[in-house]
DNA sequence: GTCTATATCCTGATAGAC
DNA sequence: GTCTATCAGGATATAGAC
């Protein structure tokens, strides 16, 4: 119930390098995490450049001696996310020591993990239209991930560790469809902790709420 | 494992009563209608209200004659699937002839139909983020369905029925979590019918993927 | 690296003709 | 009930001083 984690490391997910002077000073890695926040908060359409500086405490200026656009912004602010997750879930898919269905429960396992990790990153992944190019290749990148688990999914079926009542597709969507739904309620310092909720996601997937 | 439905019934989800003239003539409802889907393709902060006249093939103005503003559409665009998710959910919740089990698992079944049936509406409905007084007043309603929910997983797990081991909250999530990611990919035509969706959700969440 | 302007375009919304 | 024309405010992005 409780598999090797794999999450991929934490490269400083919070607030880095930032004092030495009184006041802002941000450097590029901190300005990203913070938009992402609140891109997060508002949902990236509804947040204007304006309300970033301010919730920054600088100015629109200070944030374009950064980042070229608001779109490159949100490039980078998903870009995180979405490196962790692939990584994560083709090196579970790679493990030859496992079943189908192990990897599947271990890549399920990992993703809850990086989800939580990285949670604004992907959060903002998940949210994503398609409305500019940045937008259409994030998807295009997400679709990439997708593919790889839907054939671990595949797998796990035809090897019968996973029950091929419904159709394969429809299973991998719902089982993704509770594992990324963490994004929508997960927060910092949510008062239970990220095994915790890797193991009740897992238990849950593969054996159900039933008592 | 496949309870009786209680769905709310159709009032006219498509197209009504079009034509007569050459053109538009859209009555209030079919605008309704087809702007939602506007809103849920590009987002609602993403589309520009002369994107909504576009995609219908009239003016800002013609819209600007049947709402009083971009606020106003997206509250009806709301309001259907809101109220008829809470209805099922509340008639499901005063079953004295079923266990809370049974009562959960009639509400999921019953959720996932009219989940389907007024996706769009749904879809808008679960992205809101409280930017506005209709954002906000829309998140209340959601926040007393939810409560509901909580209140039926609490009284399964009290009856036994439902696994303890972990906390109701989190169960609770998880598995409306998955129940709600059909907003994600269900589109009209899709190859499953509501019914064997509805039949996978339930038996997903109750007893899990394993075989 | 951050500031105070400012340019340019887009957005929600309205007036008034047909 | 829909159109053309228009307005005032807000959006992204840049220029140039400190």
Same mark, same amino acid.
């Given at each position: ?14 607030? &880095? ?24 908060? #508002? ?12 919730? +920054?405490? /600088? ?41 189908? +269905? ?12 990086? +989800? ?26 997400? #679709? ?7 054939? +671990? ?17 429809? /299973? ?14 997960? #927060?910092?310092?949510? &008062? ?20």
């Amino acid at each position: 119930m409780s598999p090797a984690p794999a999450a991929a490391p934490a490269p400083g997910a919070d607030s &880095p390098k930032r004092g030495r002077r009184g006041r802002p000073g941000y450097d590029r890695e901190t300005l990203i995490n913070r938009a992402t926040e609140v891109f997060v908060a #508002r949902g990236y359409d509804g947040t204007s450049m304006d309300t970033v500086a301010r919730e +920054l405490g /600088i100015t629109k200026s200070a944030i374009y001696h950064h980042v070229k656009s608001k779109e490159e912004l949100l490039r980078l602010a998903i870009a995180r996310g979405t490196d962790a997750l692939d990584s994560a879930v083709e090196a579970e898919s790679h493990r030859t020591d496992l079943t189908a +269905l192990e990897q599947l429960r271990h890549a399920v396992h990992a993703s809850v993990l990086i +989800l939580i990790e990285y949670h604004h990153s992907v959060t903002l992944l998940l949210r994503v239209r398609g409305n500019s190019e940045v937008e259409r290749a994030a998807l295009e990148q997400r #679709r990439r991930i997708d593919e790889k688990i839907r054939a +671990l999914v595949a797998a796990a079926i035809a090897e019968g560790g996973v029950r091929a009542d419904f159709p394969p597709g429809l /299973i991998t969507r719902l089982l993704f469809g509770m594992v990324n739904s963490i994004t929508e309620w997960y #927060r910092t310092g949510y &008062p239970v902790s990220p095994e915790t909720i890797a193991d009740a996601v897992t238990a849950m997937a593969f054996s159900g709420l039933e008592a």
